[in-house]
């Protein structure tokens, strides 16, 4: 397909001088140019095809350059970037060095906050309503929020204040009917029942139009009306909390969307406008099966086929594990939030649904629940993604951790996770799960430690364990070991400490190694909390070199803990080497791709060992 309209778009600029035919022309040229680039690198298709018109209205109407458009996660923000000056840059999507997936400030003046995590967008435009407020300054502040986002708590705490600041604020309530799962709860019947009434805001429109020249007739009647209303009908919660209530609104109808935005700016209020999407419009493989093309790798567009075959997958595995445990254990249930099929959790959800649970996009209210649910004798498996579950880390600690309550944690996206870069990334947990007093926190290498861990962790520990995993399949290493820890190769040389599939880097180093006459030993640590020190001592003692190798945060790593550890018990090392992610965040790109340029391949991971043998002396 020609893009002769879209090619013609470096700026907002060259959007609104667009007739009103060839805006319905960019919106057909901007389906085919997502369906065409994102099959080539893959990404978050169907939320973005849903959000055509609704991009191409706001850069109509505003001006992304001085107003602030905060998106909430992000994840329907590829046409934003392309109406921004950024198509060109789509072949780089999602890639090492090339553009991002989401919202970064750093790529555009257009881009107004970072985001990947859901529910802030309100608190966020709130903040900086109010900034504006405060400075005497003169923008719009716009907050896109989906409906799937408003299950999240924090979304009712920036609801709840927002509205009650009388900052003129628009908040855009992107409602397609779908999170990455289908929504849950009374959210959506509540976004049901409000679908039903199309047109209203016509009608209010013109009220306000004529009535704002009779202003103390307009105040009677609005309170005649009010009062009448919460009588007879049942208020939008929107407007409850102080929100001008706009729509539903057709999501699609780029007209209406123009008129409608144009009048949210005019009430200078806080205002909602509540528009109706279909999430993966105009390609009929997103339409129909939306969650398998919320985020996908790349995909044949003209069959809707991924072109890298699925596989079995830590996730996966840990799904199933649970399902046939809990097929002996009717104590046994799981918990999601809004992630069944990411988490792997779908074989779960069919054979025992009335033992899966989907809170919806709400990790705190879900480790509070678990916390509940193991306070009377179940045993609950929170599976979540690592960075996701930092939201929860205060209810872990005051709802889990002080009365020891058995909550297994499978934390999903451990460590690097590629393409969704740093918000996504699961470089925090190892740090703060063993800051947890009690906390046990194993790390399996291999699908076959995957089922032996999730096992032990659910019906042999007491207290709070975690259970923390990779992304994707297992490596080279196939084996199960058992204990806290297992010496896999025995060396004379340097002893390199590795968990999880970071192990795969470190055997394949000494692999290496040994091909330029250096023996190292290998230490794989199956737990990290508690730590067996006396492992990697009795090794140490031997070589008298260390390397530490995992792919986390500097501070709070395992490294820290074991130097300390044999500093304590008197041990001098002539060699020290942590090899981690350091204090600055990592950013998007392939997981073998990230790893080499932070130096936690194989190859950097000799090397460095090389360069210690070589010079004898202690290195960081």
């Known amino acids: 397909m020609q893009y002769d309209i879209l090619d013609q778009i470096t700026s907002p600029d060259d959007v609104k001088k667009l007739s009103a035919d060839q805006c319905r022309q960019l919106c057909a040229q901007l389906r085919a140019f997502l369906v065409d680039s994102v099959s080539k690198t893959g990404g ?59 919202p970064k400030p750093y790529e555009s003046i257009h881009d107004a906050f970072i985001a990947g995590h859901a529910s802030n967008s309100v608190s966020v435009a709130l903040g900086m309503a109010r900034a504006r407020t405060l400075k005497k300054e003169n923008y719009q502040v716009l907050a896109v929020i989906g409906d799937g986002a408003l299950t999240g708590g924090l979304a009712y705490e920036g609801l709840n204040n927002a509205g009650a600041s009388g900052e003129p604020l628009i908040i855009i309530l992107n409602d397609n009917g779908m999170s990455i799962g289908r929504n849950v709860g009374g959210v959506a019947s ?40 919460k009588a007879i009908w049942p208020c939008s919660f929107f407007e409850d909390m102080g929100f001008q209530y706009l729509g539903p609104v057709d999501g699609h109808d780029l007209d209406q969307l123009c008129h409608v935005l144009s009048w949210a700016r005019e009430l200078h209020a806080p205002v909602v406008v509540h528009v109706n999407t279909v999430k993966g419009k105009g390609y009929s493989f997103a339409e129909e099966n939306p969650d398998k093309f919320h985020g996908i790798s790349a995909f044949d567009p003209q069959t809707g086929l991924t072109l890298r075959g699925g596989g079995e997958s830590f996730s996966s595995v840990c799904g199933k594990t649970l399902s046939d445990l809990a097929g002996h254990d009717p104590r046994i249930c799981t918990i999601t939030a809004a992630m069944e099929s990411g988490t792997g959790l779908d074989s779960f959800a069919q054979a025992h649904p009335e033992r899966f649970f989907d809170v919806g996009i709400a990790e705190g209210h879900a480790v509070a629940m678990a916390a509940g649910m193991a306070a009377q004798g179940m045993i609950p498996v929170f599976a979540v993604y690592s960075s996701f579950l930092q939201r929860g880390f205060d209810m872990l600690i005051h709802d889990v951790a002080l009365m020891q309550l ?6 999903d996206r451990a ?22 007093p009690g906390m046990k926190i194993y ?40 204990g806290l820890s297992a010496c896999l190769r025995p060396g004379k040389d340097f002893t390199l400490v590795a968990y999880g599939t970071m192990l795969n880097e470190a055997l394949a180093a000494a692999e290496l190694l040994e091909g330029k006459g250096i023996s190292a ?11 067996d020190c006396g492992a990697v001592a009795s090794s140490c003692g031997k070589t008298g070199r260390l390397l530490v190798l995992e792919d986390c945060m500097e501070d709070g790593c395992v490294g820290e803990k074991l130097a300390a550890a044999l500093a304590e018990q008197g ?8 090899k981690n992610l350091g204090r600055t965040f990592t950013n998007q790109g392939s997981v073998p791709l990230l790893r080499k340029s932070r130096g936690l391949d194989a190859e950097s991971v000799a090397a460095a060992v090389e360069e210690a043998m070589k010079h004898g002396k202690e290195t960081a």
Do not use: W
């Open 415 to 436: 460590g690097l996770v590629g393409e969704d870069g740093e918000t996504h990334h699961g470089v925090f947990d190892v740090g703060y799960l063993s800051l947890v």
């Open 443 to 482: 790390c399996p290498a291999s699908f076959a430690e995957m089922r032996s861990m999730m096992e032990h962790a659910a019906l042999e520990e007491a207290g709070p364990v975690a259970v923390r995993y990779p992304r994707g399949g297992e490596g080279a290493y196939k084996g199960l070991s058992r």
């Open 406 to 411: 058995h909550v297994v944690f499978a934390v």
């Open 571 to 578: 041990l001098s090392l002539r060699s020290l080497i942590l």
């Open 190 to 229: 509540h976004l049901s029942h409000i679908r039903i009434r199309p047109g209203y805001y016509r009608f209010k429109k013109n009220y306000h139009r004529v009535m704002r020249h009779f202003p103390g007739v307009y105040d009677h009647i609005h309170h005649l009306k009010t009062n009448l209303k």
């Open 44 to 102: 978050h298709l169907a939320s973005n095809l849903g959000a055509v018109e609704l991009s191409v209205a706001i850069h109509r109407v505003f001006d992304t350059a001085v107003d602030r458009l905060v998106f909430d996660v992000g994840h329907q923000c590829y046409v934003h970037k392309a109406l921004t000056g950024r198509a060109a840059l789509f072949s780089t999507l999602r890639t090492f060095g090339g553009l991002s997936g989401f």
């Open 521 to 531: 030993e290998i230490i794989k640590l199956n737990a990290i909390a508690p730590l």
